[in-house]
């Protein structure tokens, strides 16, 4: 007996069981069809007197990826899922589970609300809400602490991670672990329970286990949820939910759920989440501006790779390849550096596998001072110092050595991909690789084509980064790429601040108080100031520093500050030397303080140059560093380095610490109301008139002066833009 005709498939199975199937490719996801079908379904089982009982599974070995995230911006209609949840909780016949794949949010929550759950080993269940900027309003703050305790459902809702059947097990989420099929244990499982008093059986009826401490315990986790949710509303309001599970029966509990569902739901920063799910899955989409994309270049298979030179983002790297399970040949001519490095790999690969309970791969890499032992690699991936002269004979020495057909990478963050590419016999096998630090921890991966890099390259590459678990998103070449062709202006304009009145610490706490993890100078602290000393000695803007005026700050006809280059020539690195823009107890040490010295600096750094100092409050600190950014964003976005704004905010989430309850920068540009946008930059240009980042780039005029189009609309204008330029 079969019912075939809605989003969720009835069949009768061994006889007695009413299999409900939901059917919505690809995850299941709750839409209104999806639940109507399951409140018909679920209503058929019951009244058939013939079914014992009653098995809930999902199409292609898939449980449910929750509720239907497109719908939520829409006016939704369709039956809500906290009643039909409750009525499959008060069915008088037995309602089994069967998870296999995922079972996330309002899919956990369906499941819950069942009297049992079998799940696959292979599966995976969480409520990751949290993370669209919303929380588990499916009943899912309430049923989860009652059933798993208090401190595991907070850990698992302000979080949002998932975890594997054998932990749901353990933590008592669901019943039974099968490494068969799933459905067909449910359904013998079903069968055996049919008759059964189904009364200890109801979550909803437990009564939430209270630990002791239960005051601090609320305390303790609310004031770690608040640090580390960086202003997101939705963890506090998790926490908020949870404690109303604790404290108040179910139906009390319940409606405090949805009170505060509502507030977050229609709320900027649950947009804000939800924008940022879909654009990590449309980044993974990539398109080249000749039309290249996955439809249309096939990926080469790489089994084999190579890492040259094994500084911080070499051992980083070929710890990230041999993870992903690649053989790998890491390449380091100093002997020293070699065996440092080695000693340095093999423990962050132990250390890896220990948190994750796998036996660490050391065995994959073999390490060699001779690039000979490269020649039948598949892809190389060079990350040499970074210099250009230094790339450019690695690279011609890399022609030489690998076999035909080798993908040759550079990790370089800002040189030319394809001078590099160009001084190879075969250009169209160069793309850059850009990991972000530290290469095996953080997710972000630029991959950069320049205009002869092949669509098969590219596509090689945007696989091999999927593979390493990493957020790819394909750019074109320019100085700095994405990520930081747009940190000039935003260093620049804090620069600026510190000239005209600022401190360091005002600085930071306007971006931290924003959501950024670490302000400017925290930041620049940590990764060292002599980084950027050498690029601007490169580009010969530093000078002895003599002169004093406004002259003395002018570098290529454009307002310049000597600020970091004066630190710099004090030795003042930063963390590595215990002196930057802050002061730390010796140098490696982390924790910032004020530093005295700095003031004094900057008082007579002002007075040298002829600076009065004023008051700078934490409006102009966002807007000045915040809009140059955003403004260099729209000039990437007219150059066609960015195939779209999701790419340039992809990247700020995942590799900038720009708060996702934010968006991304073009995502806020769009929130804050382009014409205000522009507005402020007409602004600050006008005072500011020697800094040309200021200067409103045309792109963001046009799109102002088309009414401020919604984010998704912005590649029409871009086209007809660029078209026109
Ligand atoms: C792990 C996954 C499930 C699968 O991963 P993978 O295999 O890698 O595949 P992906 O590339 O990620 O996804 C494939 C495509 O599927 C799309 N997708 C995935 N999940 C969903 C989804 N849940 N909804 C819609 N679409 C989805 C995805 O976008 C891909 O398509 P495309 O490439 O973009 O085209 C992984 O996908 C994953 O993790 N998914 C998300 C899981 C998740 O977060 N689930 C939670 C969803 S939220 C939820 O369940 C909430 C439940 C609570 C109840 C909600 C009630 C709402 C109403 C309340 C209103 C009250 C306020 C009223 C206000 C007022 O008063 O007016």
């Known amino acids: 007996m079969c019912d075939k005709g809605s989003m969720a498939q009835y069949t009768r199975v061994s006889g007695f069981v009413g299999l409900i199937t939901l ?20 209503e058929r089982a019951l009244s058939d007197p013939i079914v014992k009982s009653v098995v809930i ?34 069915a008088n016949k037995p309602v089994v589970a069967a998870i296999e794949g995922s079972a996330l949010g309002g899919g956990l929550e369906l499941a819950l609300g069942c009297h049992y759950r079998i799940a696959h080993s292979k599966a995976r269940l969480g409520l990751p809400e949290v993370t669209l900027g919303l929380l588990p309003a499916a009943g899912g703050t309430q049923r989860l602490p009652r059933l798993v305790g ?6 698992l809702i302000t979080t949002g991670r998932h975890v594997t059947a054998a932990q749901a097990l353990q933590l008592g ?46 305390e303790g986790v609310m004031q770690k949820v608040r640090q580390s949710a960086r202003g997101a509303i939705a963890p506090v309001a998790c926490v908020q939910a949870v404690r109303a599970a604790a404290t108040l029966p179910y139906t009390k509990g319940m409606e405090r759920e949805q009170e505060l569902m509502a507030t977050l739901f229609t709320s900027g920063q649950a947009r804000a989440q939800q924008y940022c799910f879909f654009a990590q899955r449309a980044v993974g989409r990539w398109r080249m501006p000749s039309g290249a994309r996955w439809e249309t270049s096939k990926p080469r298979p790489v089994h084999k790779a190579a890492v040259i030179g094994l500084g911080t983002m070499g051992r980083g790297i070929t710890v990230a390849l041999a993870q992903t399970g690649l053989s790998v040949v890491a390449v380091e001519t100093q002997e020293k550096q070699l065996m440092e490095a080695k000693q340095a790999v093999s423990g962050m690969l132990e250390r890896g596998a220990k948190r994750h309970g796998v ?139 510190l000239e005209e009145g600022a401190t360091p610490e005002l600085v930071d706490q306007a971006l931290e108080e924003f959501g950024f993890p670490m302000g400017v100078f925290r930041m ?81 750094y ?77 602004h600050y240009q006008q005072a500011h008139p020697d800094v040309p980042y200021l200067q409103p780039c045309s792109l963001l005029r046009r799109l102002v002066a088309g009414g401020s189009p919604p984010i998704h609309r912005w590649r029409e204008v871009i086209k007809k833009h660029q078209s026109q330029l």
């Open 606 to 682: 002002r007075a040298r140059h002829g600076l009065v100092p004023r008051s700078i409050d934490h409006q102009e600190v966002l807007e000045r560093c915040l809009y140059a950014l955003i403004n260099e964003g729209f000039r990437i976005l007219e150059d066609g380095i960015a195939a779209g704004p999701e790419d340039i905010d992809v990247i700020y989430v995942f590799g900038y610490g720009w708060p996702r309850h934010r968006g991304g920068p073009m995502f806020y540009a769009g929130m804050v109301g382009l014409a205000k946008v522009l507005e402020r930059l007409e």
């Open 173 to 218: 989420i669901v019943d039974q672990v099968t490494d068969h099929n799933a459905v067909d244990v449910a359904v013998t499982f079903s069968l055996s329970v049919a008759g059964q008093s189904l009364d200890a059986r109801r979550i909803s009826t437990y009564l939430c286990p209270l630990p002791s401490d239960f005051d601090a315990l609320f």
């Open 359 to 497: 036996v660490p791969t050391l065995d994959r890499i073999s390490y060699s001072q001779n690039i000979q032992a490269i020649a039948e690699v598949d892809l190389v991936i060079e990350a040499v110092f970074e210099d250009m002269a230094l790339k450019t004979e690695v690279f011609q020495q890399l022609s030489a050595v690998c076999k035909p057909g080798t993908l040759l990478c550079t990790n370089t963050s800002a040189l030319d991909v394809d001078k590099l590419a160009s001084e190879t016999p075969n250009p169209e096998l160069v793309v850059g690789m850009h990991f972000f630090a530290p290469a095996h921890v953080m997710k972000l991966l630029e991959v950069v084509y320049g205009p002869r890099s092949s669509p098969q390259a590219v596509a090689t590459a945007m696989q091999l980064g999927k593979k390493m678990g990493k957020v790819s998103v394909a750019v074109g070449n320019c100085r700095g790429f994405v990520g930081n062709r747009m940190l000039m202006p935003y260093l620049q304009q804090a620069f600026f601040l």
């Open 57 to 90: 599974c999902g199409q292609n070995g898939n449980f449910c990826g929750g509720a239907d995230i497109k719908e939520f911006g829409t006016n939704m209609s369709g039956p809500p899922l906290v009643p039909m949840i409750d009525a499959i909780e008060a």
């Open 23 to 42: 059917q919505n490719p690809p995850v299941n996801a709750l839409s209104a069809a999806v639940r109507q079908g399951i409140v018909d379904m679920v």
């Open 524 to 604: 620049s602290d940590l990764s060292g100031l002599d980084i950027g000393w050498r690029v601007r000695k490169r580009d010969e803007l530093v000078e002895p520093d003599m002169a004093s005026g406004k002259s003395a700050r002018i570098r290529q006809g454009s307002r310049y500050s000597p600020l970091g280059d004066l630190l710099c020539e004090q030795g003042r690195f930063g963390q590595k030397t215990g002196r930057g823009w802050y002061q730390y107890d010796k140098p490696g040490s982390r924790v910032a303080r004020s530093d005295p010295w700095l003031h004094s600096f900057l008082v007579e």
């Open 150 to 155: 208090v401190p595991a459902a907070l850990n």
